[in-house]
Nanobody, 123 residues
Framework: QVQLVESGGGLVQAGGSLRLSCAAS????????MGWFRQVPGKEREFVAA????????YYAAFVKGRFTISRDSAKNTFYLQMNSLKPEDTAVYFC????????????????WGQGTQVTVSS
């Protein structure tokens, strides 16, 4: 089992920045893929970014490319989403996710999820 705990959400003005953190525990040493998703009320959860725990390729949704960066700190078993140039349309609950399989990247079917953290961008 893997437990994920997010932090770092909040209220920020348009153009500002936030960094979300996702601390992993449990079988975290076995994590293969990690990612971020977001959801607004009444809409489906959507993919934001993903990477492999071992490093290598990074994956981003088109609407965040160039503004958001996913990264990880292996020593802390924590991964991050740095969000810059935030827009009001980025307002959502952000979820981190992890899985023991690399095949989840590109799908919504991740095995482990955090509880979500609210990000609100004011205009």
């Amino acid at each position: 089992q893997v437990q994920l705990v997010e932090s770092g959400g909040g209220l920020v003005q348009a153009g500002g920045s936030l960094r979300l953190s996702c601390a992993a525990s449990g079988r975290s040493f076995s994590m293969y893929a990690m990612g971020w998703f977001r959801q607004v009320p009444g809409k489906e959860r959507e993919f934001v970014a993903a990477m492999y725990w071992s490093g290598g390729s990074l994956y981003y949704a088109a609407f965040v490319k160039g503004r958001f960066t996913i990264s990880r700190d292996s020593a802390k078993n924590t991964f991050y989403l740095q969000m810059n140039s935030l827009k009001p349309e980025d307002t959502a609950v952000y979820f981190c996710a992890a899985d023991l399989s690399s095949r989840v990247v590109g799908t919504p079917n991740w095995g482990y999820w955090g509880q979500g953290t609210q990000v609100t961008v004011s205009s």
